[in-house]
């Protein structure tokens, strides 16, 4: 089940300090977009995967708009459940055209390069730098997960008919199993009784001078009570 927006801020301890310091860069990343965009579509296009999606200008028109917007998002400091739907959003659009999520990792790299070298550039105090990488940071991976949870979610779609259905069936056949070791176990033990029955017979022609045909059928019977032995012990342990 997906979490709530403050429960992944929690997570990642996303505070309001984060989002002062992503508002701060909102202006600065503002001039910055259509460079990154440029970029970002390039990086798109030399990928056969990526670049069947954009066959007309009409889409990549639309991808640039909905590209843009939700970058900017990454910086207007609101960070809502309308947000967190915003993202979950983009999530299922890239499951529904069949984009793989490692193109989803890829990108964001791309994306967290491009926006360091913009705050390198634009900020001379070390500290300050610092601060503002770490919430870039946060509020990227907290995208990423949002977003990855949209994969997840279809993976589940993919997997399970019934997710209580398929759980119960499962328990009923661990059961099933394990009744069935606990029968194989009462079964050797049954197998032992009468292998013991029968040392005690070849002892007992040993004892009244049938020498040879005692021997052998001793050490029959040993090799058959240490299988016997061996295969009780298999079991005890899996049933364990």
Known sequence: MMKNISQIEQSYHFTKLDCQNLQRLHPIMDQHKGDLFAKFFKSLMQSEETSRFFQNEEKISKYKNSHALWFMNLFNGVYDNRYLQNIQRIGYTHVKIGLEAHYMNSSMYLIREFCIEIIDNNFSNPEERVD????????????????????????FNKVFLSYRLEHSLIRLAERFSYGLNLILVLALMCISIGIMGMLVLDIWHLIIGKLGYGVLHILGTLLMLWVMIELMYTEIELLK
């Open 132 to 155: 503002l990488i770490k919430s870039l940071n946060k509020i990227l991976d907290i995208n990423l997960e949002i977003m990855f949870s949209s994969y997840r979610h279809e993976e």
